[in-house]
């Protein structure tokens, strides 16, 4: 008798973490209804497949609410990234200056196609390609569906509404 492997709801990711989750992001087949990045330090990613303009064009042309919570920008890099994202009717920004969790939500129609990630990796390209970054990718299947839910939970109430994250655009765009 052969036994049939248990589908996956949780992996271990030892190689750029954050860019896995970002192909994840870009070529889902199935519509997002939302999508949420916890991370203390943001860039462009402007030589990346995945910059912070590409997502943004994603985000608003399959009109996905999506929250993000990073400190308050101070280097160059940080202005430029958030300068890519303020603007969009889609996008949501909030400062906390306590955030340090790293944490990559997205929410799909069907929520066996949601996904999570969280680890050490920041959106930024040191992170992406040169740091040694570790993860784990939640999938919203089996026990894994519990945990997503917990960490879909904590990136968009919990952390979106502690009186350290200040509200500095709110999302403006409504679905029809």
Same mark, same amino acid.
């Given at each position: 008798m052969t036994e049939t492997p248990l589908r996956r $709801?949780? %992996? +271990?990711i030892t %190689? &750029? /973490?954050v860019e896995r989750f970002l192909v994840r992001v870009f070529l889902r087949a199935s =519509? +997002?209804?939302g999508l949420f990045i916890v991370s203390p330090y943001l860039a462009t990613l402007s030589d990346s497949p995945y910059s912070l303009e590409k997502l943004r064009s994603k985000v608003e042309s399959n &009109? @996905? /609410?999506t929250y993000i919570v990073t400190r308050d920008p101070v280097a160059? $890099? =940080?202005l430029e990234a958030? %300068?890519?994202l303020v603007g969009s009717p889609w996008i949501e920004v909030r400062y906390n200056s306590c955030v340090h969790a790293k944490v990559y939500v997205a929410a799909a129609e069907r929520d066996t196609d949601s996904f999570a990630l969280f680890g050490s990796g920041n959106l930024t390209f040191r992170s992406i390609y040169s740091n040694v970054e570790l993860a784990m990718m939640v999938y919203s299947q089996g026990p894994g569906r519990e945990i997503w839910r917990d960490l879909h939970y904590w990136a968009s109430v919990r952390l979106r509404t502690l009186k350290e994250s200040r509200l @500095? =655009? /709110?999302i403006r765009a409504r679905r029809r």
């Open positions: $709801y949780v %992996e +271990l %190689e &750029r /973490p =519509q +997002l209804n &009109r @996905i /609410p160059s $890099y =940080q958030m %300068e890519a @500095i =655009q /709110p």
